[in-house]
């Protein structure tokens, strides 16, 4: 077939002729990727050898890497669509109810589904197990590690499906994580709710501000739990977000649309049983987002007890391949909605992170709608409404980890935990990160360059200073370098403050990232992201397309395109379009570096090759485009709202920073956005 790769092998065109005869639904999504792998052809086959930036020369060595890992996923994916197609429908049907589910949201129904899922992997590829309409309530653990409601693992071609969103639901009654999936391969989940009972969050009204001393005065709406009682009194400091319903809101002062905004909470002090006092920490008041506009009396706010024991996203997969999920209502998480860590090609179709229907709820979780660690090929997320989260609707990135110790030049310690719900190390990720035959960045976090790019040709169990740790070598030496051990560190626990507020010539450990782990052939289409207290998108990932889709009143930036040392997020974006897209009462696409000894640093490493076009700005609240460290890209054929502060003041609504090199902007009236010439 024309629109696959050349060469492509007769198996792979005529499996993918019979799932396109059939009318498979991943076949958009195949074609997305073929559009990525020619694109990123294209790259390979133009590549000049510059060599102005710290990155620029690995990328004729790892571009054919990437190119042959997403078309390797997509062959794999294509035979994988063929056998679905050849089945036809399930093998064998397996009821939840003949294990002793009730679904009456009374009864414990734990036991009876962590009977049904061993059934279920005894049964065979092809198998399903029904969810029939109802509620069921699993109460505690039953003995599954990680805080884990119900755990999936190591489940092959098999398909789990209530009867519909709002009718089939799974509640969980303790702080965990509600669905983990676990090293499992063309499994699919569809047709179904996740809830909490009780809620990550209690909401009221604001009824006075006191920027004087960064406090709020608020009140508890009836029948909402106290912020002094359970959860909030697990642990760590609760988090507050400032949201708006109904029509999108003016401020009367500036005409702005509001959008949504939040801070962290210091101390609560009650006034009474229905009112109290949010002390407000005076450096996150400080950076809440449209302070003190979003902020006003009358307006709801909800408390999110955010810190709560372990991380616990509502929905946690690890290690899977062609992991499916469809029609999957998410209405309430401990911290981020989903969590994909390490997987290859997960897929959200149709699915919804947002305030249950048909109650009074505000919010949703209190971090990220999709949190995306890692993924060696994808995510696929369409037609999905991502909405009322405290932190990011979505974040995409490829996780660096610090190196503990350097015991031979081949061999380097990694800050890698093997238990990732393990508190002391809760953001580092296990062992599935990192395979033989994968290539890596070193990388000084002080410059952003790369000292090395070695292959790893073992990955072993480590320990280092009593902590578990990944061991790797390597297929070549690298020169000895800074390590935790040799800068005479004792902690285990990476502080993105570290980084931030360090000397600019002070030393710190360098970081390794897997080349391989950059969500490479991501796509998101046709989505509505929106209402979050933060960002719609912070993508810090490669050769993907964010397409079709609306960000609506996002308190931070609408695409955030990043790169992020600070933070262990390591890659800077390189080969995205971000086309055809709405953004709508919020901040554009703003694309800027970040790392240690500059918090803001203009200059190398560059984002690189992004097509910004066909997009429409409406009524943004800021900047419409906003480009720094940015090379080798196009911003062409947008439509921008004239009324648009950017606009308004002059500033023209494409902002290019003198550190791009080698951007086009080919949209009219750019008024000071004339970068197309620069060096």
Not at 447 to 465: F, K, L, M, N, Q
Not at 531 to 546: D, P, Q, T, W, Y
Request: hydrophobic share 35%; charged share 25%.
């Amino acid at each position: 077939m024309s629109t696959l790769p050349v060469p492509m092998s007769a198996e792979i065109v005529g499996a993918f002729e019979r799932i396109r005869e059939e009318g498979h639904p991943a076949v958009p999504y195949f074609e997305d990727q073929v559009s990525i792998l020619n694109r990123l052809e294209g790259l390979i086959a133009g590549h000049d050898g510059r060599s102005d930036e710290p990155l620029a020369s690995m990328e004729a060595s790892i571009r054919p890497r990437e190119y042959a890992v997403i078309r390797e996923n997509l062959e794999a994916a294509i035979r994988a669509a063929l056998r679905e197609v050849e089945i036809g429908g399930p093998t064998v049907t397996l009821n939840v109810r003949d294990f002793g589910a009730v679904g009456d949201n009374l009864h414990d129904d734990g036991p009876a589904l962590r009977r049904a899922v061993a059934s279920l992997a005894e049964a065979g590829p092809g198998a399903e197990l029904l969810l029939p309409a109802g509620t069921y309530r699993i109460d505690g653990f039953g003995g599954t590690p990680r805080r884990t409601h119900l755990l999936l693992e190591g489940l092959k071609d098999v398909t789990i499906r209530g009867e519909g969103i709002g009718r089939t639901e799974l509640v969980g009654t303790e702080i965990g994580t509600l669905l983990r999936i676990e090293d499992c391969a063309d499994v699919r989940v569809a047709d179904l709710s996740l809830d909490f009972d009780p809620l990550p969050f209690t909401q009221g009204v604001i009824e006075s501000i006191h920027p004087e001393d960064f406090s709020v005065t608020w009140r508890r709406q009836a029948g909402w739990p106290s912020p002094t009682g359970f959860p909030f009194d697990v642990g760590g400091d609760p988090t507050v977000f400032a949201v708006h319903v109904g029509a999108k809101p003016h401020c009367p002062e500036t005409g702005r649309v509001l959008g949504h905004g939040g801070f962290t909470v210091a101390r609560v002090e009650p006034l009474d049983e229905e009112r109290f006092v949010l002390h407000g920490k005076k450096q996150a008041w400080e950076t809440g987002r449209d302070l003190p506009e979003t902020f006003r009396p009358g307006h709801p706010l909800t408390i999110q007890s955010r810190n709560v024991p372990g991380h616990q996203p509502a929905v946690w997969t690890a290690g899977n391949t062609r992991l499916t999920f469809e029609r999957v209502a998410v209405y309430a998480a401990w911290t981020h909605t989903w969590q994909l860590t390490a997987d290859t090609d997960v897929r959200l179709l149709g699915c919804v992170c947002e305030p249950k229907p048909g109650t009074d709820r505000l919010a949703i979780s209190n971090a990220d709608g999709l949190h995306i660690i890692s993924q060696r090929v994808g995510p696929w997320i369409q037609d999905c409404r991502i909405l009322r989260n405290f932190d990011d609707s979505s974040n995409l990135y490829c996780k660096a980890v610090s190196v503990d110790d350097q015991p031979s030049a081949t061999e380097l310690v990694l800050d890698s935990a093997f238990d990732p719900s393990d508190r002391s190390v809760n953001w580092q990720p296990d062992r599935r990160h990192f395979r033989v035959g994968d290539q890596l960045a070193v990388i000084d976090p002080m410059t952003g360059g790369t000292v090395g790019t070695p292959v790893i040709t073992g990955v072993s169990e480590r320990t280092w200073r009593g902590f578990r740790r990944v061991g790797v070598k390597l297929d070549g030496p690298l020169p000895v370098l800074r390590t935790r051990e040799s800068l005479g560190k004792t902690h285990a626990v990476f502080s993105n403050m570290e980084f931030y507020m360090c000397a600019p010539d002070e030393p710190l450990e360098v970081m390794v990232a897997n080349l391989q782990t950059k969500c490479d052939g991501f796509v998101m289409r046709d989505s509505v992201l929106g209402e979050n207290s933060v960002n719609g998108i912070k993508l810090k990932a490669s050769n993907g397309l964010v397409a079709g889709n609306h960000f609506d009143r996002n308190a931070g930036v609408a695409v955030s395109l990043l790169m992020r040392l600070t933070w262990q997020e390591a890659y800077a974006p390189r080969n995205v379009r971000m086309i055809d897209n709405t953004f709508e009462a919020t901040h554009g696409i703003n694309a800027t570096v970040d790392y240690p000894g500059e918090r803001y640093h203009y200059g190398p490493p560059y984002i690189a090759d992004i097509e910004i076009a066909g997009n429409r700005f409406v009524n943004t609240t800021g900047f419409s485009v906003r480009l720094f460290s940015m090379r080798d890209s196009v911003v062409r054929d947008n439509q921008y709202d004239a009324a648009a502060p950017d606009v308004v003041n002059g500033e023209g609504p494409v902002i290019v920073d003198p550190s791009c090199r080698r951007v086009r902007v080919e949209d009219a009236s750019m008024g000071e956005a004339d970068a197309a010439g620069r060096p």
